[in-house]
T-cell receptor, first 112, second 115 residues
Framework: GDSVTQMEGPVTLSEEAFLTINCTYT??????LFWYVQYPGEGLQLLLK?????DKGSNKGFEATYRKETTSFHLEKGSVQVSDSAVYFC???????????FGQGTRLTINP | DAMVIQNPRYQVTQFGKPVTLSCSQT?????MYWYQQKSSQAPKLLFH???????NEADTPDNFQSRRPNTSFCFLDIRSPGLGDAAMYLC??????????????FGSGTQLSVL
């Protein structure tokens, strides 16, 4: 079945550091890929998405590129801020499916 | 303004005592989902409603039921909670589940404790 694997957390960085959170997936066909973010005390929010191979999703300085050849969708940001502290979830929806499949989440803490 | 509202934020129940979690939405979306999220694990879909059509996941235990009396409200009923049912329960909505790039809108969740 479809699945998503994220790098294990927690991840702790200093402000202005470069961030990478790895995400790989297993799915049939060409799934759509997402990153959701959950700030403390809030629900999950869509951060960015990509719907076909080589697409790059971007939002709030975060980027992720849909790599079909490596089945990956790694999240990157060039300079993180304290306000980026949250839990990040990689997810996919397969073609024709009716549900979002999540990775286990990666907790990110940014220290000033 | 909150668009998907879950109440209460924290719920404590006793082993075996039925409990109901509630979710409401102001988005007028067709689809409402319930996810279970245990600590440090991925959210797991329990079931969803597409309008009035109920869609249960194959591995959702019979102990979990749901009701959707109207477009705005959806309830999660746990008939006999066990210690293993302690988790965060997330409600989400979307306009249509059939698109592969459909965005989901989540509530803040209800953290359920079972004593």
């Amino acid at each position: 079945g479809d699945s998503v694997t994220q790098m294990e957390g927690p991840v702790t960085l200093s402000e202005e550091a470069f961030l990478t959170i790895n995400c790989t997936y297993t799915a049939t066909g060409y799934p759509s890929l997402f990153w959701y973010v959950q700030y403390p005390g809030e629900g999950l929010q869509l951060l960015l998405k990509a719907t076909k191979a080589d697409d790059k999703g971007s939002n709030k300085g975060f980027e992720a590129t849909y790599r079909k050849e490596t089945t990956s969708f790694h999240l990157e940001k060039g300079s993180v801020q304290v306000s980026d502290s949250a839990v990040y979830f990689c997810a996919l929806v397969s073609q024709g499916a009716q549900k979002l499949v999540f990775g286990q989440g990666t907790r990110l803490t940014i220290n000033p | 303004d909150a668009m998907v509202i879950q109440n209460p934020r924290y719920q404590v129940t006793q082993f075996g005592k039925p409990v109901t979690l509630s979710c409401s939405q102001t988005l007028n979306h067709n689809v409402m989902y319930w996810y279970q999220q245990k600590s440090s694990q991925a959210p797991k879909l329990l079931f969803h409603y597409y309008d009035k059509d109920f869609n249960n996941e194959a591995d959702t235990p019979d102990n979990f039921q749901s009701r959707r009396p109207n477009t705005s409200f959806c309830f999660l009923d746990i008939r006999s909670p066990g210690l293993g049912d302690a988790a965060m329960y997330l409600c989400a909505t979307s306009r249509d589940p059939r698109g592969t790039n459909e965005k989901l809108f989540f509530g803040s969740g209800t953290q359920l404790s079972v004593l």
